[in-house]
């Protein structure tokens, strides 16, 4: 599997705005933060043979695949392989090394609580309900 640093990716789109980044994380994380130049396609609805069908994949043209650290990016590159896909680069450390080197994320306006934290929220308010009630 090939990598690329974060800021050696930085640098190629800085040169070349049409490289297809490919962000696989869930549309919720991608909204909080993301590097500006990505598009964001969950892992789940991934379809390589869609992409590379209506042409916005050739097939010899570099994918760059990114996500939270980077194994959501790996299930990526295997899905893309198993399409006749072998050009894939996995941007190593994913967003959060993009973050830790000083890159440009477009954030949400606003704290966007994550969803984690949001089923802990809900857990933690049933189980008050239910000890309060008996």
């Known amino acids: 599997m090939k990598t690329i640093t974060p800021k050696e990716l930085s640098h190629r789109l800085a040169t070349d705005g049409s490289i ?3 962000d696989v994380r869930t549309p ?3 909204d ?3 590097v500006r130049q990505a598009r964001n396609i969950p892992l789940d609805e991934l379809d390589p043979a869609a992409l590379l069908s209506t042409g916005d994949l050739a097939a010899d043209q ?4 990114l996500c939270r650290s980077g194994q959501r990016a790996a299930k990526a590159v295997e899905k893309l392989a198993k399409a006749g896909h ?3 680069v996995v941007v190593e450390g994913g ?3 993009w973050i830790a080197a000083g890159l440009p994320v477009e954030n949400a306006p ?3 609580i994550s969803l984690e934290r949001q089923v802990r929220i809900g857990a933690g308010s049933l189980v008050l309900t239910g ?3 008996g």
């Open 28 to 30: 919720l994380e991608f």
């Open 110 to 112: 606003g704290k966007v």
């Open 95 to 97: 967003t959060l090394a």
């Open 32 to 34: 909080e933060t993301h």
């Open 86 to 88: 072998g050009n894939t």
């Open 20 to 22: 297809p980044l490919i």
């Open 131 to 133: 000890a309060s009630l």
């Open 62 to 65: 570099p994918v760059y695949l």
